[in-house]
Antibody, heavy 118, light 109 residues
Framework: QVQLLQSGAEMRKPGASVKVSCKAS????????IHWVRQAPGQRLEWMGW????????KYSQKFQGRVTMAVDSSISTVYMDLSRLTSDDTATYYC???????????WGQGTLVTVSS | EIVLTQSPGTLSLSPGERATLSCRAS???????LAWYQQKPGQAPRLLIF???SRATGIPDRFSGSGSGTDFTLTISRLEPEDFAVYYC??????????FGQGTKLEIK
């Protein structure tokens, strides 16, 4: 079945960077874009950007432009999301999700909790 | 940015009852660009409805979506114990292209 498996929880200090991975299985990896969405405590879901695993093309939300980098390793069907210059406001669960017709997301990875604290 | 506002914030109902959840957009959006998700504690969101009215694969027919323009509704005809969760609407638009509502918590009365 289609599955997205994310890396485990991370703790970082303010100013540091974090890299989260998302390994896809059960479908043609290069056929679907992968999005990243985060959910901070008590906040609504927030779209961060997407990457096209076929050609590495990316599109980032303006909010995260300059701080986020998404990359792909097609040899292992994995995409990565790197977020730099972390602050406590970046404490959130980060999800990858497969694109569906550029409009909605299905399925989602299980989520990766990133905690930023001094 | 298109802002989605969901109501009510919390809905308290009993199993077997009908649930009606609302999602209002700050400007008109195409029905094709509206989706609903269910999220249970500790789990990722799960797609329920896409294109405002179409059920995703494996979603029971007690879930239905409706609406157009700025007003959209998710209806659960007869609540089952496993339906108590948080529900989010999501739209595709521009800058940023994807936004979500703040969620409606459906709790057992």
């Amino acid at each position: 079945q289609v599955q997205l498996l994310q890396s485990g929880a991370e703790m970082r200090k303010p100013g540091a960077s974090v890299k989260v991975s998302c390994k896809a299985s059960g479908y043609p990896f290069t056929g679907y874009e992968i999005h990243w969405v985060r959910q901070a405590p008590g906040q609504r879901l927030e779209w961060m950007g997407w990457i096209n695993p076929n050609n590495g093309k990316t599109k980032y939300s303006q909010k995260f432009q300059g701080r986020v980098t998404m990359a792909v390793d097609s040899s292992i069907s994995t995409v990565y999301m790197d977020l730099s210059r972390l602050t406590s406001d970046d404490t959130a669960t980060y999800y990858c999700a497969r694109d569906q017709r550029a409009v909605w997301f299905d399925p989602w990875g299980q989520g990766t909790l990133v905690t930023v604290s001094s | 940015e298109i802002v989605l506002t969901q109501s009510p914030g919390t809905l308290s109902l009993s199993p077997g009852e009908r649930a009606t959840l609302s999602c209002r957009a700050s400007q008109s959006i195409s029905r094709s660009y509206l989706a609903w998700y269910q999220q249970k504690p500790g789990q990722a969101p799960r797609l329920l409805i896409f294109g405002a009215v179409s059920r995703a694969t494996g979603i029971p027919d007690r879930f239905s979506g409706s609406g157009s323009g700025t007003d959209f509704t998710l209806t659960i005809s007869r609540l089952e114990p496993e339906d108590f969760a948080v529900y989010y609407c999501q739209q595709y638009g521009s800058s940023p292209p994807y936004t979500f509502g703040q969620g409606t918590k459906l709790e057992i009365k």
